[in-house]
């Protein structure tokens, strides 16, 4: 039984910084791409950032690019998003999940939430 549970979120001023964490359970880690999500109310799920611990690749969505750092420790099976800069509009429910693919697949993909079948429960940052 794959489990995902995130930490690490909550309420920060504009400018500041958070560091979520998200950690696996039940499936070899070192397969599986796991990506964070983000949702804020009234508006779709969009993908943030993915790893793939297997070989260290990361990939970025376009609208956070140089604020978000994904990252990840195999020794507690850990996957961290660090967001810096934080703005109002990072406000959302960041939610992290998990594939049975490489990222390289998902990204192949146009970065389909389909394939990820595993979800948290997500944590919430709010900015002000």
């Known amino acids: 039984h794959v489990q995902l549970v995130e930490s690490g979120g909550g309420s920060v001023q504009a400018g500041g910084s958070l560091r979520l964490s998200c950690v696996l359970s039940?499936?070899?880690?070192?397969?599986?791409?796991v990506g964070w999500f983000r949702q804020a109310p009234g508006k779709d799920r969009e993908w943030v950032a993915l790893i793939h611990p297997g070989d260290g690749n990361t990939y970025y969505a376009d609208s956070v690019l140089g604020r978000l750092t994904i990252s990840e420790d195999d020794a507690t099976n850990t996957v961290y998003l660090e967001i810096d800069s934080l703005k109002p509009e990072d406000t959302a429910t960041y939610v992290c999940a998990a594939a049975p693919v490489g990222c390289a697949v998902v990204a192949g993909a146009q970065f389909s939430k389909l394939f990820f079948g595993t979800w948290g429960q997500g944590t919430q940052v709010t900015v002000s």
């Open positions: 039940g499936r070899p880690y070192k397969d599986s791409c």
